[in-house]
Nanobody, 124 residues
Framework: QVDVVESGGGLVQAGGSLRLSCMASGRMFGRYTMAWFRQAPGKGREFVASISARDSKAEYLDSVKGRFTISRDNAKNTVSLQMSSLRPEDTALYYC?????????????????WGQGTQVTVSS
């Protein structure tokens, strides 16, 4: 069992920044692929960013490239998502997820444990 807890969401104006944080339990955190997904009202869950266990290689949704940065700290069992130049279309519930097999997938079904989500709202 791995507990995943997100924090850092909130309300921000377009063009602003937010930093999301996620903590996952477990002694093997350094072997998990970690990712952020988001879900806007009436839409499906969408991949945002992931970071590999082996070499911290990052993958991003095209629309967030250059604006969002994912990072991890294995000593603290945390992963962060720094979001800048936020747009109203970034408004969503953001979820942190852990893949214990370290498959570096962009697919939600590959992730084993999920947090409850943190709301990000960007006003125009």
């Amino acid at each position: 069992q791995v507990d995943v807890v997100e924090s850092g969401g909130g309300l921000v104006q377009a063009g602003g920044s937010l930093r999301l944080s996620c903590m996952a339990s477990g002694r093997m955190f350094g072997r998990y692929t970690m990712a952020w997904f988001r879900q806007a009202p009436g839409k499906g869950r969408e991949f945002v960013a992931s970071i590999s266990a082996r070499d911290s290689k990052a993958e991003y949704l095209d629309s967030v490239k250059g604006r969002f940065t994912i990072s991890r700290d294995n000593a603290k069992n945390t992963v962060s998502l720094q979001m800048s130049s936020l747009r109203p279309e970034d408004t969503a519930l953001y979820y942190c997820a852990a893949d214990l097999n370290g498959e570096d997938s962009l697919e939600a079904r590959k992730y084993d444990y999920w947090g409850q989500g943190t709301q990000v709202t960007v006003s125009s």
